[in-house]
């Protein structure tokens, strides 16, 4: 049961082209949005649409293969984990933010660029 835990798996649509960033120590990470759709029908019949949006990032070898072949648009499934982190504003305001961070990205879809 231990491997369940916090254990996240989406599949969804890239939102903006992800961003790569070199490391000092030789390592990259990727960032990117991830925009996941429920469908389902209101009180009136109606087909509604509701659209999530997550932060998700990519180290290593995951973040080479966001470096490689994902671009915006193109549909994903992902697992990983939830991680939230804090930062302090210039103003100095404390933020919290919530991210998926990756372990495994498989390419779905044929949006996008190939």
Same mark, same amino acid.
């Given at each position: 049961?231990s491997?369940?835990?916090?254990?996240?798996?989406?599949?969804?649509?890239?939102?903006?082209?992800?961003?790569?960033t070199?490391?000092?120590?030789?390592?990259?990470?990727?960032?990117?949005?991830?925009?996941t759709n429920?469908?389902?029908?209101?009180?009136n =019949?109606v087909k509604? +649409?509701? /659209?999530?949006?997550?932060?998700i990032?990519?180290?290593?070898?995951?973040? #080479? *293969? &966001?470096?490689?072949?994902?671009?915006?648009?193109k549909?994903?499934?992902?697992? =990983?984990?939830?991680? +939230?982190? /804090?930062?302090?504003?210039?103003?100095g305001?404390?933020r919290?933010?919530? #991210? *998926? &961070?990756?372990?495994?990205?498989?390419l779905i879809g044929?949006?996008?660029?190939e």
């Amino acid at each position: 049961m231990s491997t369940i835990r916090n254990y996240v798996q989406l599949i969804g649509n890239v939102g903006q082209e992800p961003t790569i960033t070199n490391l000092d120590n030789g390592k990259k990470v990727a960032r990117f949005s991830l925009a996941t759709n429920e469908n389902y029908k209101d009180s009136n =019949g109606v087909k509604q +649409t509701d /659209t999530n949006w997550h932060t998700i990032v990519a180290w290593g070898k995951t973040a #080479e *293969v &966001v470096e490689k072949f994902i671009t915006k648009g193109k549909e994903v499934g992902l697992t =990983g984990k939830l991680k +939230t982190r /804090t930062y302090t504003t210039d103003d100095g305001n404390q933020r919290y933010v919530t #991210e *998926v &961070v990756a372990d495994e990205i498989l390419l779905i879809g044929n949006k996008g660029k190939e």
